[in-house]
């Protein structure tokens, strides 16, 4: 069985002894506990341990000269060891008798070590109890020993002592025989190495002892030949003034910035300029004046229904729309205006206008009758005729007994046939009729502009985005019999929209290499005139007249270049000969810097326009 001796000192925490104690490796685990300490001092701690050692199944032995703790090792079924008589350990239960007898301790060792152990008792540990025990533990059948100190303070081992093989005394401290104890060396604390000092005393050193290591305590110095360097007040006190002195010297000479201010000669722009735009170009040309552009093409239709207001008596044939096919043949059918189509329940309508069939088509096996829509109306009036969709046919062919004629070409509508009726009815009257076109036209502009604004979002219209309205059809005319009509109408708009920045590049441009000038564009003025779209190459073209101011360029490279070490009045002459500068400042700072500094990293410059 092997054994862990920790060592505790009086500032030890219960969290790091624990986590020490966590990773031993050992089966059995000494605690040595001085006067006063904080670790294991009270029962939480006490009852926290108890539960680890169940579960790490370990052992657990206690030496403290204090009889509280003890008492509180007793309560928790803890071995307690007494140094001053190796027989009165107490644990939960008795442990064999030494196996040796006792041997007596060389009184010249404890003369040595007199002066240590009055050091311990100071610290509040007792260095006797501790010293017997472990003399008793090391003399344990040369036992593997481990040794685990808290390191709290960061002194060094200054020496290990080796001491004669003539102690024989021997001690057992489990119920085992022939105890097997890691050692594990740690910094700590002088009084823990003094304690583990005695513990070697009681072996051979040739088994367990590294060579004897002693360091020196004289103050720190380096040495080198023609240097010498010792850290005292006045040496400290002299350098840190020279680092002082050379750190005000940098920041006096580093630390010094310059701003330039320059206004620009203003010169007032009057131009006009034919722009063309289209979406075939792809940048900007400012020598042929032309921009990139985006077309628009939007078409949008409309379609309301309203209430009839008039209340006549009236005589009106049904009427609607059906779609005839030609399924007999590839050659196209002529149906004169007035063709007969007889519904499925015999009644009759007739075409309101000559139609050409078209003949069916034959693709890839397919075939494809061909069609055509056309308006019919009832043979007479009445809401007899206000018949279902469904299938009429042709009653002339019907007539010629024309089968397959009759069959192959027919109509199929989709609405039900309407207006027809005899007598009391509600009409359109012309005010519903004019206000109903007029309130679907104003509707589909608005719409058809919105739906312009959505598109162009972030591009420049001078075009009129006013739209064509083109053909409006309503499902009834003025003094017709209908309960309701509807209206429908279609809107179309075509324009070329361009970006504002497309422009000011231009016009930028332009001044830059007709004039020599810049330009702000947020400070210019402009005017659109003769604006046209030309419908068949979308071509946008208008003139502009741009107003405003133009400065004269300046060169803020060279004049920095110029500038660098250059003092107040250097500056002042310099700038004075520069062309195109209306005014300037120059700011130095902080206040000692007088010249304008060499690194242009920290020189600023600021153009001004006004």
Request: aromatic share 8%.
């Amino acid at each position: 069985m092997s054994t862990k001796i920790i060592n505790i000192l009086k500032d030890d925490r219960f969290e790091e002894i624990l986590d020490i104690f966590k990773k031993a490796l050992a089966d059995e685990v000494i605690f040595v506990l001085p006067k006063r300490h904080q670790a294991l001092a009270n029962e939480t701690d006490f009852e926290i341990l108890s539960a680890m050692s169940q579960e790490y199944n370990r052992s657990v032995l206690i030496l403290s000269p204090n009889p509280t703790i003890k008492n509180l090792a007793l309560q928790y079924n803890f071995g307690v060891l007494s140094g001053k008589n190796r027989e009165d350990k107490i644990e939960p239960k008795p442990l064999p008798a030494p196996e040796s007898e006792e041997g007596e301790s060389d009184d010249s060792g404890q003369d040595d070590t007199s002066e240590e152990e009055s050091k311990l008792e100071d610290e509040g540990g007792s260095s006797t109890a501790f010293e017997q025990f472990q003399r008793d533990v090391i003399n344990s059948s040369d036992p593997e020993i481990e040794l685990a100190a808290m390191k709290r303070q960061t002194k060094s081992i200054s020496d290990i002592v080796e001491l004669p093989k003539n102690d024989g005394i021997k001690v057992n401290i489990s119920k085992k025989s022939e105890p097997i104890l890691n050692i594990e060396v740690k910094r700590k604390e002088k009084k823990a190495l003094d304690e583990i000092e005695s513990v070697w005393q009681s072996r051979p050193a040739e088994k367990f002892l590294a060579p004897k290591r002693t360091f020196s305590k004289k103050p720190l110095s380096f040495h080198r030949p023609g240097f010498n360097i010792d850290f005292k007040n006045k040496t400290l006190t002299l350098f840190a003034v020279a680092v002082v002195i050379i750190f005000t010297i940098v920041i006096y000479v580093s630390v010094g910035s310059a701003k330039v201010i320059v206004k620009p000669v203003v010169n007032e722009l009057n131009l006009n300029l034919k722009i063309t735009v289209s979406d075939q170009f792809s940048n900007v040309n400012w020598e042929s004046r032309r921009i990139p552009g985006q077309l628009f093409s939007i078409e949008k239709r409309l379609e309301e229904s309203f209430t009839s207001t008039g209340l006549r008596d009236v005589a009106q044939k049904a009427r609607g729309k059906i779609t005839v096919y030609n399924e007999y043949g590839t050659a196209p059918q002529v149906l004169v205006a007035t063709t007969r189509f007889e519904s499925s329940g015999g009644l009759v309508f007739r075409t309101l206008k000559t139609i050409t069939v078209s003949g069916m088509t034959v693709r890839n096996g397919e075939i494809t009758p061909g069609k055509i829509e056309v308006e019919i109306i009832a043979d007479k009036a009445g809401e007899l005729y206000n018949v279902g969709s469904g299938r009429f046919g042709i009653m002339a062919f019907k007539e010629r007994g024309d089968t397959g004629r009759y069959e192959k070409y027919y109509g199929i509508s989709d609405e039900q046939m309407k207006g027809g009726i005899v007598g009391q009815a509600k009409v359109v009257t012309s005010e519903d009729y004019i206000n109903a076109t007029k309130q679907v036209s104003d509707k589909l502009i608005s719409v058809t502009k919105n739906e312009l604004e959505t598109q162009s979002a972030g591009l420049k219209i001078i075009t009129e985005s006013k739209p064509v309205l083109k053909e409006l059809t309503s499902s009834a005319q003025p003094d017709e019999a209908a309960d309701s009509f509807s209206v429908t109408q279609i809107a179309e708009l075509e324009t070329v929209g361009f970006k504002e920045s497309d422009l000011n590049n231009l016009i930028s441009q332009y001044v830059s290499n007709i004039d020599n000038l810049t330009v702000l564009p947020e400070k210019l003025k402009f005017e659109f005139n003769n604006i046209s779209l030309n419908k068949e190459t979308k071509v946008l073209e208008f003139s502009v007249i741009v107003q405003g101011p133009a400065y004269s360029k300046i060169d803020s490279d060279k004049i920095i270049s110029d500038l660098v070490n250059k003092n107040e009045e250097e500056i002042t002459s310099y700038l004075t000969s520069v062309d195109g500068i209306d005014s300037a400042r120059v700011l130095l700072s902080p206040f000692w810097v007088t010249k304008v500094p060499k690194n242009k990293e920290k020189v600023r410059f600021e153009i001004q326009y006004e």
